[in-house]
Every structure is written in structure tokens, then in C-alpha cells.
């Protein structure tokens, strides 16, 4: 049984900076490509970036040259770097693998 947990989220101020993290269990996981999605309340959730097994990443316009999504397949880890975030960077980040969701990590961007 997969499992995904999310950690790192929190309030950060505007242009400020934040690391997700991502822990898999209960599965192989070099082989999948992994995503982060983000949901705002009252909002569809949103595909934010992905990572093939082999590296290769792709990002929504609205977040691309701010994060990066990277991965460690030894350790079973997800992350995204999220840099010069905005209050409309503020969501529930969630980590996900083909029908597998964690919990969410909850992002506030505010001053």
C-alpha cells in the first residue's frame, strides 16, 4: 500500500522561500513519476510540477523559474523548492503518484 506524507509547509512571508518534502513508502519508487498539485480552498486542485524516475521535470507557467521539483529515489523522497513566493502561492500542497495522495501540507504566504 502506497503511502505519501508531506511536510515542510508554513507561513513565509512574500519572496520569501519554503521546502516541501514528500516521503513514499509501500512502493517502488524510481520507476513512477511523482507530481506536487495544490488546492485553494473553493478551487479545483491544481497540477503545480512533475518529475519522471529519470529526472526530467515539468512546471506550470504560473510557478516555473520560482520552484523546483528534484527527487532522491534511495531515500523515497519528493521535494519542491519553492522560492519568490506570492500570497497566490498560498495552498494546500499535496504530493502525488498515479492514484496516491498524502495528506497535504498546508503553504501561507502572508505578511
Known amino acids: 500500500q502506497v503511502r505519501l506524507v508531506e511536510s515542510g509547509g508554513g507561513l513565509v512571508q512574500p519572496g520569501g522561500s519554503l521546502r516541501l518534502s514528500c516521503a513514499a513508502s509501500g512502493t517502488i519508487f524510481e520507476i513512477y513519476t511523482m507530481n506536487w498539485y495544490r488546492q485553494t480552498l473553493g478551487k479545483d486542485r491544481e497540477w503545480v510540477a512533475s518529475i519522471s524516475g529519470g529526472g526530467n521535470t515539468n512546471y506550470a507557467a504560473a510557478v516555473k523559474g520560482r520552484f523546483t521539483i528534484s527527487r532522491d529515489n534511495a531515500l523515497k523522497m519528493l521535494y519542491l523548492q519553492m522560492t519568490s513566493l506570492a500570497p497566490e502561492d498560498t495552498a494546500v500542497y499535496y504530493c502525488?503518484?498515479?492514484?496516491?495522495w498524502g495528506q497535504g501540507t498546508q503553504v501561507t504566504v502572508s505578511s
Open positions: 502525488n503518484m498515479i492514484h496516491s
